[in-house]
Every structure is written in C-alpha cells, then in structure tokens.
C-alpha cells in the first residue's frame, strides 16, 4: 500500500519562502507510485490549509500557496482516530507527516509537539532537539557542556538591551572584539545576521537581529573554512562526505543561499582523511548532545591548524537546488529521492520504537 504521506510547508515564519522552495524540491523528486502526496499549507498568518493530493508533480512555487485551492483545516484533523469528530475517513488521515518547515513556529518543536500529542509519525527531530537546536544560545551551551570546541559567544534579550545598551556593546569588546557577527538566536537561513565592524556597525546590528527575535547572540569571528557534513539516522547516525562553502561575498548570507546561486560548493571538500575523522567525531557527538533523530547539518570552521569548530546544527536543513544537505548525500551515494525515502523510513522507525513505552503504572 502506499503511504499516505502529508508535507507541511510555508509556516508562521521569516523563512516562510524557503519553506515553499523547499517543499517544491521535494515535490518533483517523491515517487507517485510509492506516495500518496498531501500538500498541507500554513500561511503567513498562521492558517492551515489542506490541499487536494498531488497528482504528479508540481512546477511553480506559486501553486504550492494554497488558498481558494485547499480548505482550512483545523491540524487536529489529520489524525481521524484520535479525532473523530473532525469526521475525516480512514482514506483521508496522513500516515506520516514530513514537516518542511523552517524557523519558529515549524522547526523549533513546536509544530512537532503537535504530532507527537496526535502520535503521527514525523520526518526529523523531537520536540527537544528541534526546540534547542533553533535557539542557538541553548545549542551553543549544550555543546560546551559536551565539550565541543566553538566560538566564543555572548547572548541578549531585548531588555537587557534597552535597558543598558553601552553595557551591552563594551562587554562584547572586551570579551570578543571585532569583527563579531550579531544574529538573531531563534532563525535560520542567514536572516538578520550581520559583521559589526566597529560600535557604529554593531549598534545597526543590534537593531537589525532584534527586529527577527527577542533574543540575540553575537559570536567572535572564526578564521577558517567553512565545512559541513550531512549526519542522518536515529540512536546510530552516520555522516556524509565533508562539504565547503566558497561565499563570494564576506559571509554566506540569504543572497548567497537562496537567491544569488553562484556561492562556490566544493563537494568533497579537500582536507585530509584526519580532519575529516575529527569533523565526523564532532557532527555525531553534536547530533547525540541534542538527542537528535532523522537529520542535521553540521556546519564548521576548521582552522589553517586543523582543528573543527562548530558553529551550530540545522535540525532541518534546506532541500532546494542550492541546499548543501542532499547535495552531500548524493555525493556520497544516496540520490535525493533515495534519501527522502531513508527520511520517511527512520520517521516511521523512531515511531514505533515509542510505542514500546509504558504510560500506565
């Protein structure tokens, strides 16, 4: 039979647009004769809308934006046995769901409490790795108690800020200098980072990162190459061939991820069978430090010295042309529409491994 398979894209996010290429990627590489394709669309504001299933595959992002096309949902109604009233039949409940949702509100646990209290089975990360994995001072301070090795790194909230805003630029000089890079703590994709330079750059900063979050992290700025690595599974993750990003420009912003395309892939990435042990040593002790599942990508500095410091983990990262995660993959080995089935399979495995849990005393 096939599996009746729901991808959740767009979402209550600044990375509402990365979503809807994400999920068009997907789309044209699923297999019809394996999936039945759901398309469940979040809008902007927040509203669920379930579309009819995909009969082939789609070609404009645009159509992926469902409005008059669909019919607002309440996200109870995908599981019929949980809830009946939503009368929804057997045929219309989603088997797995494959969330491709990026930022807060989708990629930050949220959106992933949600099936687990339906007990659908999901694509990717937990509640906890999702939720610490998004904020990047909580994932930042997990990996010090893990031992990882990564920048040195100062956090805000927006109060402490207005309250005393010369306190908060003169202890990031005296702990970090320039350059440092100021970014908002729960977002992806690059949105809201900038390079302070001095205190008139660093102030426009500050304003910049608080207009995405409440919180910010500013981090000193690492001489190296910046290289990444695919870690996909469950308790027994393993990792892709060792990628790096050539930006054209001072750093890998949105332009360059999303929009620009020229930012040079080096897959593999040219360093020795040592730095790529320890850079795989380090993406699995990361994975297993936020009790991760399903994916992430691992993203590095490593250091003319060799040495790998980590930067952060993407607990769901992009899979539109220029995303690095399935071009690792295919790089070493697994094609994408393979590696999109491995993700459903592990999703399904990890659902029912908590099935064995005991609820009753």
Known sequence: MK?????????????????????????????????????????????WVRGNQLSGPVDDVKKLV???????????SLNADLFPA?????????????????GPNGEDGTVQGLLELMNIPYVGNGVLASSAGM??????????????????????????????????????????????????ANLGSSVGISKATDRASLEKAFEEAFTFDRKVIIEEAIIGREVELGVLGNDHPTCSV?????PKKD???????????????????????????????????????????GLVRADFFLT????????????????TPFSMFPLLWQHTGVTYPELIEKLV????????EKQKIKYTI
């Open 3 to 47: 599996v009746k398979l729901g991808l959740l894209y767009g979402g209550k996010s600044a990375e509402h647009k990365v979503s809807l290429q994400t999920a068009l990627a997907v789309i044209k590489a699923l297999d019809h004769d394996k999936y039945d394709i759901h398309p469940i669309y979040i809008s902007e504001q927040g509203e």
């Open 66 to 76: 469902l409005k008059e096309d669909g019919k607002a949902i309440s996200p109870v």
């Open 86 to 102: 939503q009368q929804l039949t057997k045929n219309e409940a989603i088997d797995v769901v494959f969330p491709l949702l990026h």
């Open 135 to 184: 904020d990047k001072v909580i994932m930042k301070n997990i990996f010090a108690q893990a031992g990882l090795a990564q920048a040195k790194y100062v956090s805000f909230i927006r109060s402490e800020w207005q309250d005393a805003p010369d306190a908060a630029y003169e202890q990031i000089e005296e702990a970090l200098g320039y350059p440092c890079f100021v970014k908002p």
């Open 242 to 246: 060792a990628g790096e990003i050539v």
């Open 251 to 293: 750093f890998y912003d949105y332009k360059a991820k999303y929009e620009d395309g020229d930012t040079a892939l080096i897959i593999p990435a040219d360093i020795t069978e040592e730095e790529y042990q320890n850079l795989q040593v380090a993406a699995i002790k990361a994975f297993k430090a936020l009790d991760c599942s």
């Open 304 to 319: 003319k010295e060799g040495k790998a410091i980590i930067n952060e983990v993407n607990t769901m990262p992009g899979f």
């Open 345 to 352: 399979e592990l999703a399904i495995e990890r659902h029912t």
